[in-house]
């Protein structure tokens, strides 16, 4: 009942991609502390990984957030805010997966930035059409 509303759904998508970028921080200072690097990876490829998987998240998913508030405030329906909280969800949690995993192409790697792309891809035309249409 409670993710029947545009609102609701997107706060329930807000807080998994802000508890995910917690994680992914938290990782980031595990190595941190481990290996005494307070600035830069130190050329330490673990901490580098880290540090990456952390960024990539960070650099795709405001955009993710961004789009779904606005969906909720436009208010009429449910399942585009459902459609693109759970593809950008999944794609960020398979990106770091397949990237936290291995520097290389990977299959998680590759799935999480394909979904990424389709989340905001509909959330963009989702949205221009709310504002040609007025």
Do not use: C
């Not at 600035?39 to 901490?47: A, Y």
């Not at 580098?48 to 998987?53: H, L, S």
């Amino acid at each position: 009942q409670m993710l029947n509303t545009p609102v609701s759904a997107a706060a329930l998508y807000v807080a998994l991609l802000i508890l995910g970028n917690i994680i992914l921080q938290v990782r980031v200072i595990r190595q941190r502390t481990a290996k005494s690097i307070s600035v830069g990876h130190g050329n330490d490829r673990d901490l580098e990984q880290a540090m990456r998987v952390h960024g990539n998240y960070a650099e795709n998913v405001p955009f993710g957030l961004a789009a779904l508030i606005l969906l909720a405030l436009g208010g009429d329906s449910v399942w585009p805010v459902h459609l693109v909280g759970v593809l950008l969800a999944a794609g960020r949690i398979a990106h770091a997966v397949g990237l936290g995993g291995s520097i290389g192409t990977s299959a998680g790697r590759v799935a999480g930035m394909v979904l990424t792309f389709a989340s905001l891809a509909i959330a963009a035309l989702v949205l221009l059409s709310k504002a040609i249409a007025g």
